[in-house]
């Protein structure tokens, strides 16, 4: 006798992942369970949920989420609380370098053991909290016009594969303002040598130079850094 499959309990991300195959992707249901690894009858039972509440996809980006679950499933019990986390201390700990949102996570967690979210559900939260935070102003770029020159992020371990020897080097990194066309090289350091040739080779992959070449306030190209008038060094 065959058992009747069981129906599991989804997190949020679970909903937003078939509503976004259903609505956007157009996918079946056999299609979103074998991509998610569901049953049909969960898929089923979570569009029939949505389309009776009245909503249309994609929701706006404030949307609450806990009210989302709570509209889907009201006969859920829901006694227990959950605490979130402060989005804005979230978004300043992630500057910091070697800090990961799992990292947060797993602190935050361990602190508020069963009230804490689930780590798809804390990592959804975040994004829509960004989303209604983050404001923008639209640049307009030329083709060709501008160039962004900067040094990025940690150094990277470049093993020598005659020697084993491993050393650091930075990763410069250059994009046009209109295509974000990109020209990644990795650099022995972020001395002003490395910046020079770096920047030559770019220009002469490029097969051509921008009319502005827009580097950020690093050491190996300024001098004095200053918000209005930055005083570039000679060399470059």
Not at 60 to 68: G, M, N, R, S, W
Not at 153 to 164: A, H, L, Q, Y
Not at 202 to 212: E, I, M, N, S
Request: glycine share 6%.
């Amino acid at each position: 006798m065959t058992r009747k499959k069981k129906m599991v309990r989804t997190d949020m991300q679970t909903y937003l992942d078939v509503f976004r195959l259903k609505f956007e992707a157009k996918l079946s249901d056999r299609q979103i369970s074998q991509a998610l690894n569901i049953g049909r009858a969960t898929i089923s039972d979570l569009v029939i949920r949505f389309n009776n509440l009245g909503l249309s996809w994609p929701l706006a980006a404030d949307y609450p989420l806990d009210h989302l679950d709570k509209q889907l499933f009201p006969g859920r019990d829901y006694s227990t609380q959950r605490v979130l986390p402060l989005w804005v201390q979230v978004h300043l700990e992630l500057r910091r370098k070697g800090v990961t949102k799992l990292l947060l996570w797993q602190e935050y967690q361990a602190e508020h053991g069963s009230k804490a979210l689930g780590y798809t559900q804390y990592c959804e939260h975040y994004r829509r909290w960004c989303a209604v935070q983050k404001r923008s102003m639209r640049q307009h770029h030329e083709a060709g016009e501008k160039l962004f020159i900067d040094f990025c992020g940690p150094t990277v371990p470049i093993v020598n594969p005659e020697t084993g020897e491993i050393k650091p080097a930075a990763i410069f990194v250059a994009t046009l303002g209109a295509s974000n066309y990109t020209y990644i090289e990795a650099c022995k350091g972020q001395d002003r040598e490395s910046w020079l040739m770096a920047n030559s080779r770019c220009l002469t992959f490029l097969g051509g130079v921008p009319a502005l070449l827009i580097p950020d306030n690093l050491k190996a190209a300024v001098d004095k850094a200053d918000k209005f008038e930055p005083v570039l060094n000679d060399n470059y």
